[in-house]
């Protein structure tokens, strides 16, 4: 079978991550007396028309208590979403194991129904699935790898077809090109910080230096005694900056004599004598 693209569906995977806290809502869910009056068991729904059933009255009662579980918990449309695919999903995953899974769409549009008359006008949104049988495999396979990745300890190894181990091999080899282009990508930018602050601590290192020095020698100048060694040497040293300006202002006019032309230099003289 090709490799599943829906693997590579983000918005797919963003309700698969949370898949595992909606399981738990449903795993520890305990139905009323009202709720389980909706789950006679071992009956069929009337209005459904099939031999499909839950297997017993606790898994029934469980996904109606689920209901207005989420329906308190998830206060948004887009937040419901989530937990509305996860319904879906449970009964799909219910009815596999009767093989009946393509009734899937019948038995949660019944379940959407009752639950509709006693909880919020949020699970109006929840009506719109219809999913084909593909897409719950494909989401089914997208799940088992989750937790696969994840080490969860509910990993349902009933996935254990041809195109799990292929879509496996494509996922891993995904997540592994964006992990190292990540670390790469941490990587240049925390140097490229780190240079960034070394080059600025440098820069105000060799400005405080050169300021401390320049401070030292005007203090030193000024409160040494004349006669004092440090205070000749000093006078040296601005001396020869003196004298050095003064050979440079010598060298710049002999250069711009050394510019001017022979005749204007002859005509110089000439009109000087």
């Given at each position: 079978?090709?490799?599943?693209d829906?693997?590579l569906n983000?918005?797919?995977?963003?309700?698969v991550k949370?898949?595992?806290?909606?399981?738990?809502h449903?795993?520890y869910?305990?139905?009323s007396?009202?709720?389980?009056q909706?789950?006679?068991?071992?009956?069929?729904?009337?209005?459904?028309?099939?031999n499909?059933?839950?297997?017993?009255m606790e898994?029934?009662s469980k996904?109606?208590?689920?209901?207005?579980?989420v329906?308190?918990?998830y206060?948004?449309?887009?937040?419901?979403?989530?937990?509305?695919?996860?319904?879906?999903?449970?009964?799909y995953?219910?009815?596999?194991k009767?093989?009946?899974?393509?009734?899937?769409?019948?038995l949660y549009?019944?379940?959407i129904?009752?639950?509709?008359?006693?909880?919020?006008?949020?699970?109006d949104?929840c009506?719109?699935y219809?999913?084909n049988?593909?897409?719950?495999k494909?989401?089914?396979i997208?799940?088992?790898?989750?937790?696969?990745?994840?080490?969860?300890?509910?990993?349902?190894?009933?996935?254990?077809?041809?195109?799990?181990?292929?879509?496996?091999?494509?996922?891993?080899?995904?997540?592994?090109?964006d992990?190292r282009?990540?670390?790469?990508n941490?990587?240049?930018c925390d140097?490229n910080?780190?240079?960034?602050?070394n080059i600025?601590?440098?820069?105000?290192?060799t400005v405080?230096t050169m300021?401390?020095?320049?401070?030292?020698?005007?203090i030193?100048?000024?409160?040494?005694?004349?006669?004092?060694?440090?205070h000749?040497?000093?006078k040296e040293?601005?001396?020869?900056?003196k004298?050095?300006?003064?050979?440079?202002?010598?060298?710049?006019?002999?250069?711009?004599?050394?510019?001017i032309s022979?005749?204007k230099?002859?005509?110089?003289?000439?009109q000087?004598?």
């Amino acid at each position: 079978m090709e490799h599943v693209d829906v693997i590579l569906n983000c918005v797919i995977y963003e309700f698969v991550k949370n898949f595992s806290t909606y399981k738990e809502h449903i795993d520890y869910a305990f139905g009323s007396i009202e709720e389980k009056q909706l789950c006679p068991s071992n009956s069929l729904y009337s209005s459904l028309q099939t031999n499909v059933t839950y297997n017993d009255m606790e898994s029934c009662s469980k996904c109606f208590s689920y209901i207005p579980y989420v329906d308190l918990r998830y206060k948004t449309v887009e937040k419901i979403k989530g937990p509305c695919l996860f319904l879906y999903y449970w009964i799909y995953k219910h009815l596999k194991k009767q093989s009946k899974e393509d009734k899937t769409k019948q038995l949660y549009d019944i379940t959407i129904e009752k639950a509709l008359k006693t909880d919020g006008p949020l699970w109006d949104t929840c009506k719109k699935y219809n999913l084909n049988n593909d897409y719950m495999k494909n989401l089914d396979i997208t799940y088992c790898l989750y937790k696969l990745v994840n080490n969860k300890e509910d990993l349902d190894l009933t996935c254990e077809e041809p195109q799990f181990y292929e879509s496996l091999k494509n996922i891993t080899k995904i997540c592994d090109q964006d992990v190292r282009t990540e670390s790469l990508n941490n990587i240049e930018c925390d140097k490229n910080a780190i240079c960034q602050n070394n080059i600025s601590f440098f820069i105000v290192i060799t400005v405080v230096t050169m300021l401390i020095i320049f401070t030292l020698f005007v203090i030193l100048y000024k409160f040494l005694p004349y006669n004092s060694w440090i205070h000749r040497r000093i006078k040296e040293k601005i001396n020869k900056w003196k004298n050095m300006d003064e050979e440079f202002n010598m060298f710049q006019s002999s250069e711009s004599y050394n510019s001017i032309s022979s005749d204007k230099i002859y005509n110089v003289l000439y009109q000087y004598d």
